[in-house]
């Protein structure tokens, strides 16, 4: 089935709207209003060293979720073009499985960092596992209905709430957790 497109009035150059549709494979695709061109995507996201926490194995975390995240942006971002919607990148693995990689990567880190914040008897495990378990759920269930919808795609509004969340996770709870790593505290308790 070919994809059902309409450009907003006014719209010129990149700015075009996609509706729901289905591919020739029976697949769904979406996409919001407005888009950007398909090559903003390409560094949708990448790593700052301004978010750098000094702490080794979280600086390194982060660095690859941020890269995951880019390229799951670049390949999965809201089509530039209604022909984009028929074309993927040909390496590029089904959506849900390029979601459900970052899901492991993103449950591997927060095991890493919950297992220090246990040695070091940090005082704000708890609220951080409720922020990790809240997360991992709401990209399970994000999964769930991307993979039942059949979707191709990511909308801007899904790809920027993943972007603000990783950034308010590690600008925020990450560096409260990474300065309490730095601080010296009395023998016995390190």
Do not use: C
């Amino acid at each position: 089935m070919t994809p059902t497109v309409s450009l907003p009035e006014g719209a010129e150059g990149g700015a075009i709207r996609a509706d729901t549709f289905e591919t020739d494979d029976g697949s769904a695709g979406w996409a919001s209003d407005p888009l950007p061109h398909k090559q903003a995507h390409a560094g949708y996201f990448e790593w700052r060293d301004e978010w750098s926490l000094e702490v080794g194995f979280m600086d390194e975390d982060h660095r690859a979720l941020a890269a995951m995240m880019s390229r799951i942006a670049r390949d999965y971002g809201p089509p530039a073009a209604a022909s984009a919607h028929l074309i993927r990148q040909s390496d590029a693995p089904p959506l849900t499985d390029a979601l459900a990689e970052l899901a492991a990567h993103v449950r591997a880190h927060f095991d890493r960092e919950e297992e220090v914040m246990r040695v070091d008897n940090f005082p704000g495990l708890r609220d951080h596992q409720s922020e990790h378990n809240l997360l991992l759920a709401e990209l399970s269930v994000t999964t769930r209905e991307l993979r039942d919808s059949r979707a191709q795609w990511l909308s801007l509004e899904l790809l920027d709430s993943l972007k603000d969340w990783f950034l308010g996770h590690v600008l925020d709870m990450d560096r409260e957790l990474a300065k309490f790593l730095k601080t010296p505290r009395s023998p016995g308790l390190a």
